[in-house]
């Protein structure tokens, strides 16, 4: 198995050069009390009626043992106490020392119902994570965070990428893909890209809440029962959300947007090209304002995240996304602390090693604007440079 | 030899269709032959076959387009219905309908022996379904079973197992359609209604997805070893990735349908084929063989024209890049074992029914 080899461990370094990007991991907050510290006090009421915690969200369609597990690595749950992901200190002992991630992309999931109360929770969960993981437990520089919109709200979704513009640790926007009914080229959400592009911010999109159930995506010809099928055609509200971006003209609208699939695979990026150009080419007179091949548009505007990586045959796997030739435009991530989780170790052997470099860190720090070194950990092993071979 | 798989007879004008229904629904409202929520710019047809009748229409001349000008031997025809109309019973009796048009003007009819036919029955209503496979099943040129894509409910759900019991019990594969119409359907994509016609017509294949999985993880083809679908309107082009993912969390996702015993991907060479579309595979064509092995897709695969689809294709067309076992395979080797079509039709009368 290939392996990342820092050289000269013996060095003493207080800086480590980037060798791993991880572009999807979920922080919580310790309790709802907390954040209810950071929401406005004629809020709190609205957003959390009955005074039960929101946090971890029940969910419509169950991961394997979930009551026990909440979707969760058992060996997350800091041994502290708490709920996986609460502790940025363990977080960072698991995450980053152990595992060997240099810096990570913090991607929190909530949901409200109401347009409004949406927007008031991102903006809460935006101060919290602000607070808690980029400024007080960042020393290290290490975590990077996600500015968390309502897509509900385009014009109050724009005025709080503003109000985060400028941040040193916030990212990227982060939106729902549960938008109700409304494709992501939709021109509703144009004051929400137009904003993001601005500022430089790609966004990225992530499965929120499981419930309610207004927020499931309906599945054309039905929903499924178990987990297993609905995850498994996830993916295609991914493809339906990309053909609207491209067929519907976001991208010529926002030349300088960028968007990001985060969980909802990767590997069916190759045949939508495919697809998308062949439908292209017949039905050019549909679609005047397309005016580029689609594939063109995905290869300079969207990212895919890697996990969950498909337990594929690896030879035949490397083979694929050879003939797929999207070296550029995949970024690794762990999903850290789902119980999904790929390890770096794990993943790195899979791509085909001319992408290596690029999918475990290059892609991610061309698009985030990240340094090419971070500040090390007690107990991690200094490298001045690492090899993907 | 060359079979096409997916051929779409249409009826010559929309009131033909009244001469099929029972005297009680004759004054009903039923949608147009062409009517539908998402029609292509232009027409939905090749823009030549319009004339004074519908696209497709007349026997002769869909004979001579398919079998002398294309080279076909056989080829299936899967007429559409008008959608899932609200009122199920007469979706049902329209089925019917168009069942014993077919028959009259089109199977009974044609000397050539090279036209064979589907058993249109509406999933939403089940009894009906059932009984309508029963009364035509023993039709020596009727090979098979359709239902439209569009449904509220994926197939893989119990409520709609006796349909496939009785199509697997007669040896009848389950053709999956695009079915236009007005019907009271979902949005066509993941993210709601489609803005443009190509953004709906490159997503709307893709769903049959969601049937595929459903049908392996409530254990449908388990259940019934015989069973087999034929999804026509391609779409095989995402096939790896998405049963990839169904694979991949297969074994954690085992204590909740222990039934699926295997991984989901090994129920493919049993149990579905496709069709093949233009929109489906590599844009080089130098990539194909090679793309082809993945899933094994070379065993799935049957060539379909969509005739008389604007996006019709020349059995070279869906060849191309294909080397010569694969193109064996494509062009009628797997519909042949699929369909038997080569084997001799039965002598005798024709099966009776009802009109």
Redesign the interface.
Known sequence: MTTIERVNPQTEHDEIVVAIVDTDVHPMPVSTDVLKSYAPADWVDKIWPTGNAVTPLPHFY????SYKTMSMRVDAHPPGGGFAGTDPDYAAKQLLVDAGVSIATLEPMCDAQLPQAEHVLKATYNDWLADVWLDRNNAHGRWRGSIGVSAQVPERAAREIQRWAGHPYMAQVLMT?Q????????PHFDPLYAAAAANGLPVATHLMGQTPFELI?????????????F???W???Y???L??LV??GAFDRHPDLRVVFVEG?F??A???M???????E??R???PHVRRRPSEYVREHVRFTTQ?????DVK?FR??LE?MDLGDNLMFSTDYPHW?YDAPAYAINRFPAAQRERIMRGNATALYGLPPTVTALPGEGPAADVSFE | MIIDANVQPHFRYNAEIRKYLPAAHRLRSIPDVEQQWYQ??GGNYREDLYGEHYPGSDRDTVARHLFDDGGVDYAVLNPLTRGNIADYLLNSRICAAVNDWLLDRWLEPDTTNRFRGTIRVNPEDPKGAVAEIERLAAHPKLVQVGVP?????????PVFEPIWEAAAAHGLPVAVHINGGNGV???????????????Y????P??Y???L??L???GMFGRHPHLKFVFTDGGY??L???M???????L??R???PWVDRYPSDYLPAHVRFCSS??????DPG?MQ??MD?SGKTDLLMYGSGYPHW?TCAPGEAAAGLDSAQRDKVLWRNANELYGLTEPIEAGPINERSV
Do not use: C
């Open positions: 169950d991961t394997p043992d893909p938008t109700r009914g409304i494709p992501f080229g939709s995506p309906i599945y054309p010809v039905g929903n499924p029962a178990h987990w297993h099928d995850f498994a055609a993916p295609l509200l493809v339906s959300h053909m609207s067929f519907d695979g590997t069916w190759m045949p939508v495919w697809r998308m150009d062949r439908i292209w017949a039905r007179a549909d679609l969950p990586l498909e337990d594929a035949h083979e694929y003939m999904s | 292509a710019p894509m569009q449904s509220r409910e994926p197939y893989g759900k359907d979902y949005a066509p994509t993941f993210a709601g209604h489609a803005h443009t016609y190509p953004g017509a490159s997503f709307m893709l769903n997805f969601v049937h999985a459903t392996i993880v409530e082009d995402i790896t990735p998405l990839w993912r169904l694979d991949t969390f297969w954690s996702m204590d909740q349908t233009a929109f489906d595979g590599p844009t990539q090679r793309w993945f996006s």
